[in-house]
């Protein structure tokens, strides 16, 4: 009863993708605009900390190993911090825009979890290219959120956080549990299905 | 020459393009959806349902690209244009 792992990496997908137009849209038309309907300022910082919330779950159900409990866990930790610190700048109970360090915070500690929990190498398989792929795509990124803290205004670097988000949405859609990547496939993944 | 007619000459196109953008955003979610179906059938397994598990039935890549580019549409993007709009003529 219990779904395939690339299926649940599709469903946080579905919420990443979401977020991230979300995102994309704020920095097009600007805070204060995005802010006229009280909703719509705690929309992704809510679905951020509800995914967090879910990701708990995730650790429960699929704890193939310590490190992937860790993984899972730690992400959980960092997506609720970063959310709910933004739900509490939205709201205006949190005053401090260092709250904002979350971001990057959370960015760092998902790249390196993601990478650290792949024991595998690059070409072993398709998740295992794509977990070292967002692993480093969020250490990458992670300057987005970081200068954001100081340029909360600049629309080039919210269009950039924005437009990370949908690429790591992009990522987790491609992943599959045993597929080839660039025509590799180590014999030791199991057999390939669609 | 006076140059600070330039950045408000950018600023105002700029802001033309805004609701185009955003009311495009949704749809071409949507689209990418319909065309990654068609490029991969095998993966919208309503359109072959039998012998399939539950998971497979409600789990489809394709069509949940779909219905987040229609979530966003009709949730966000639409009361977003409106305000847009009513922001647009309030600063003008």
Same mark, same amino acid.
């Given at each position: 009863m219990k779904p395939h792992a690339e299926m649940v990496h599709w469903l946080f997908a579905a919420g990443i993708l979401f977020i991230g137009m979300c995102l994309l849209c704020e920095a097009i038309v600007g805070r204060a605009v995005w802010q006229m309907r009280p909703w719509?300022?705690? !929309? /992704? #910082?809510?679905?951020?900390?509800?995914?967090?919330?879910?990701?708990?779950?995730?650790?429960?159900?699929?704890?193939?190993?310590?490190?992937?409990?860790?993984?899972h866990g730690s992400w959980a930790e960092v997506l609720m911090l970063a959310g709910g610190a933004?739900?509490? !700048?939205?709201?205006? &109970?949190?005053?401090?825009?260092?709250? &904002? !360090?979350? /971001?990057?915070?959370?960015?760092?500690?998902?790249?390196?979890?993601?990478?650290?929990?792949?024991?595998?190498?690059w070409f072993f398989a398709r998740s295992a290219f794509l977990h070292h792929l967002l692993g480093w795509t969020f250490i990458v990124a992670a300057i987005f959120?970081?200068? !954001?803290?100081? &340029? #909360?205004? *600049?629309?080039?670097?919210?269009? =950039?956080?924005?437009?990370?988000? =949908?690429?790591?949405?992009?990522?987790?859609?491609?992943? &599959?549990?045993?597929? #080839?990547?660039?025509?590799?496939? *180590?014999p030791l993944a199991g057999e390939p299905h669609r | 020459m006076n140059s600070t007619y330039a950045p408000d000459a950018a600023i105002e196109r700029t802001r033309f393009s805004r609701p185009q953008i955003v009311s495009l955003l949704g749809p071409l979610t949507a689209a990418a959806g319909v065309v990654w179906g068609i490029l991969q059938p095998y993966r919208v397994t309503l359109l072959h349902p039998h012998g399939q598990g539950v998971w497979w039935l409600l789990v489809e890549p394709p069509l949940l690209v779909v219905l987040v580019g229609v979530a966003f549409s009709l949730v966000v993007a639409r009361p977003l244009l409106i305000d847009l709009e009513e922001h647009g003529e309030a600063s003008r």
């Open positions: 719509r300022k705690y !929309l /992704w #910082p809510g679905v951020a900390f509800a995914m967090g919330v879910l990701l708990w779950p995730v650790m429960a159900f699929f704890t193939n190993s310590a490190i992937h409990m860790y993984a933004e739900l509490g !700048l939205v709201h205006g &109970r949190l005053k401090s825009p260092y709250w &904002r !360090l979350t /971001w990057p915070l959370a960015f760092v500690v998902t790249g390196t979890a993601f990478i650290v929990h792949e024991q595998n190498p959120p970081l200068a !954001l803290v100081w &340029r #909360p205004r *600049s629309t080039a670097l919210r269009a =950039c956080f924005a437009l990370t988000i =949908c690429v790591v949405s992009v990522q987790l859609f491609s992943d &599959r549990d045993v597929a #080839p990547i660039f025509g590799h496939l *180590s | -």
